[in-house]
T-cell receptor, first 116, second 113 residues
Framework: GAVVSQHPSRVICKSGTSVKIECRSL??????MFWYRQFPKQSLMLMAT?????????EQGVEKDKFLINHASLTLSTLTVTSAHPEDSSFYIC????????????FGQGTRLTVV | GESVGLHLPTLSVQEGDNSIINCAYS??????FIWYKQESGKGPQFIID?????DKRQGQRVTVLLNKTVKHLSLQIAATQPGDSAVYFC????????????FGKGTKLSVKP
């Protein structure tokens, strides 16, 4: 079945540093990928829509200069949290609907980011 | 922005009983709905989906009911097992299977052995 791989699964970084999270579709192509953030005991909130070969679309209230998204190929999207602060600590999850298939989007396993 | 200080609604059931988890959605234009199961520290796991031209769909031990009149979605789990313990989210989109999903608040299901 279709698989979305997200890496790393856990990361701890110091305040002020940047962290890159990768989202790969392993056996299908995805022109669109979605990035979500989930705080403890809360639901998933859409942060941005990553579009292959073009700029990402950000949801209201999400800083595009802080959460850099790159979707350079049909199988890889990256989210870089720049100048991370403790309030950025969260669970980040990507999803990818298979291109050309009328089937549900597949989710990565998530990345637990802790900023200290 | 995100809500602060929320606790997930919890449904506690006895092993072997049926579970019903409810969800109210907001967008009357939504045409595709999915139920996800999320275990602690993991990404959402697809359970079952339904399109707006249907009002019921059955899977293995699970049934989803859609009431578009009142914008309500429910997930029924038959013969609930301890392995079903997790947080369950409904999600909606108006972009079909390719659209971005808007997630509901989630319900924590606890199954007592």
């Amino acid at each position: 079945g279709a698989v979305v791989s997200q890496h790393p699964s856990r990361v701890i970084c110091k305040s002020g540093t940047s962290v890159k999270i990768e989202c790969r579709s392993l056996d299908f192509q995805a022109t669109t990928m979605f990035w979500y953030r989930q705080f403890p005991k809360q639901s998933l909130m859409l942060m941005a829509t990553s579009n292959e070969g073009s700029k990402a679309t950000y949801e209201q209230g999400v800083e595009k200069d802080k959460f850099l998204i790159n979707h350079a190929s049909l199988t890889l999207s990256t989210l870089t949290v720049t100048s991370a602060h403790p309030e950025d600590s969260s669970f980040y999850i990507c999803s990818a609907p298979p291109q050309g298939l009328d089937t549900e989007a597949f989710f990565g396993q998530g990345t637990r980011l802790t900023v200290v | 922005g995100e809500s602060v200080g929320l606790h997930l609604p919890t449904l506690s059931v006895q092993e072997g009983d049926n579970s019903i988890i409810n969800c109210a959605y907001s967008n009357s234009a939504s045409d595709y709905f999915i139920w996800y199961k999320q275990e602690s520290g993991k990404g959402p796991q697809f359970i079952i989906d339904i399109r707006s031209n249907m009002d019921k769909r059955q899977g293995q031990r699970v049934t989803v009911l859609l009431n578009k009149t009142v914008k309500h979605l429910s997930l029924q789990i038959a013969a609930t097992q301890p392995g079903d313990s997790a947080v369950y989210f409904c999600a909606e989109t108006d972009g079909g299977s390719q659209g971005n999903l808007i997630f509901g608040k989630g319900t924590k299901l606890s199954v007592k052995p």
